[in-house]
């Protein structure tokens, strides 16, 4: 059982992203995180298209490319086109979300939905036939470094035991208020992907990379599921 860190750019030095990405992949980052905010399904604003265009000129790992847009139809395409590797849609947004992942995926990009902490887990579940990775919020989207809210353990336990009973090849990221401190019970409730942001660009980015893989160790020994 591989975990895997997906390291938000949001907390990263803006004006130096490549480096920034080269040195967490280099210390062993599997993915890089890009959150995409419009200024209306979150009241911020952050990059867009154009960027995940040049960030695939500068690096070849996967780019886990987090819309929180209001209008994914209108903009799938381009993030498609810009050489997104997965891309992960809001089931709160707008239009259909089941054909949004069937678009992704007819482009030969891996698909992926979510839900803020307020949606009910459930609604994920019949999308996840559909989904090659499903992301559960455990910060209200918008911003980075916040804290990872505790209810959103059960979320987590509940869609893991939903691709464990249906047997899909579908794996289980969450993003937010992941620290070194609670990322063992995170992988041991069921998460497989890691985002993490300002524990991870706040500080020695190389240290802290390394540190969340010491610690995917102890939460994989915890994790009933995996055996
Ligand atoms: C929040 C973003 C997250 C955020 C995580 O809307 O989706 O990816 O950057 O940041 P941390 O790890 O600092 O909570
Ligand atoms: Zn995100």
Redesign the pocket.
């Known amino acids: 059982m591989q975990i895997k860190l997906s390291p ?1 750019i ?2 990263a030095d803006f004006a130096n992203l490549e480096r920034d990405i080269r040195i967490a992949t280099e210390a062993g980052a599997e993915y890089v ?1 890009v ?1 995409v905010m419009d200024g209306h399904f ?1 009241p911020n604003i952050t990059i867009g298209a154009p960027v995940v265009k040049a960030l695939r000129k500068a690096t070849d790992r996967v780019l886990d490319v ?1 819309l ?1 847009i209001a209008d994914p139809d209108r903009y799938l395409d381009d993030f498609i086109s810009a050489g997104a590797d997965i891309i992960t849609v809001h089931q709160e947004s707008n239009g259909d979300t089941l054909a949004q992942l069937q678009k992704i995926r007819a482009a030969g990009v891996k698909a992926s939905c979510t839900i803020k902490p307020g949606t009910p887990v459930e609604v994920l579940f019949p999308l996840l036939p559909y989904c090659d990775m499903v992301l559960i919020m455990t ?1 209200e ?6 804290g990872f809210i505790p209810a959103c353990m059960d979320k987590i336990r509940a869609v893991r035991a939903e691709i464990q009973k249906n047997g899909y090849a579908c794996e289980l990221e969450i ?4 620290k070194l401190n609670n990322t063992a019970d995170i992988v041991a409730a069921g998460a497989d992907v890691i ?5 991870v660009f706040g500080g020695d980015i190389a240290a802290n990379v390394k540190g969340f893989h010491a610690v995917f160790a102890e939460g994989v020994q915890r994790a009933e599921w995996s055996k």
Do not use: K
């Open positions: 938000s949001l907390s995180h959150d979150v987090h929180m910060v989207p918008g911003f980075g470094g916040q993003d937010g208020g992941a985002v993490a942001g300002s524990a």
